[in-house]
């Protein structure tokens, strides 16, 4: 049976700080880590997720939601580049220790164990170990609500470094040494129950033709 849900379930606390859609959707989204120069000099690191990869006259990542206040908002506008890292399950641990590290006098990268080597064609620094990098130009911003605090950014990507044991299609892009989703917290709206967050993988299931 099919429910309608229009409003905020009486389950879910009011003002939980994300939207109770949210967590009713559990919607999974990629998990990459961008990373700038701040203006001192050293490297940040930022993890995001609520972000998505488009292509016309090119190809471009779409960060849905970020917060003006943080240091990847204030690089980005600043170096109008950066660099966009994705990690294998092997070294997304420490990409979340950048969080933890999260000071503007911190070089984020190096003290979350991982290594911060220079981007060929932006002024951003790219995490060695992770599998994927895409270096990006800034495009356009737009505010996700007018003069909300979260911010939608558009960057151009040209050019895309690639571990090539990915280009193998058994081994490579999906399952659980492929890309990476968050989960966030699903709920069940009618009793409330809330899961843990967890980290998810693609299997690929049927082509269109099997299904
Ligand atoms: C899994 C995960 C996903 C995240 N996604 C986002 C996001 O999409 N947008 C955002 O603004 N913050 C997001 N964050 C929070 C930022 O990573 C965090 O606030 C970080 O410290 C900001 O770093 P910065 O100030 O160096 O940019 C996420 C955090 C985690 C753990």
Known sequence: MKIEITNHPKTIEERYGFSWMEHVLAIPSPLVNVTTYKSNGLP??????????????GYHVIFGSVNKNSHMYQSIKE?????????????????????????????????????????N?????????CMVNLECEF???????????????CLKVVNIWMEEKLFDEKEG??????????????????????????VGSINKMATYDEL
């Open 44 to 57: 940040n690191a930022s993890m995001q997720s609520w972000c998505t990869f488009v292509g016309e006259d």
């Open 79 to 119: 170096k109008k580049c950066c660099v966009v890292n994705i990690p294998s399950k092997d070294v997304f641990l420490k990409c979340i220790d950048t969080i933890k590290n999260n000071g503007f006098d911190n070089d984020e990268i190096a003290l979350s164990g991982l290594t911060s080597i220079k981007a």
């Open 121 to 129: 064609r932006v002024d951003a620094p790219m995490i060695e170990e």
């Open 139 to 153: 495009a356009w911003e737009h505010d996700l609500i007018e003069n909300g605090c979260r911010a939608v950014l």
């Open 173 to 198: 892009r999906y399952g659980e040494n492929g890309y990476l989703y968050n989960i966030h917290s699903p709920r069940n709206p009618l009793t409330g129950e809330i899961s843990d967050t967890y």
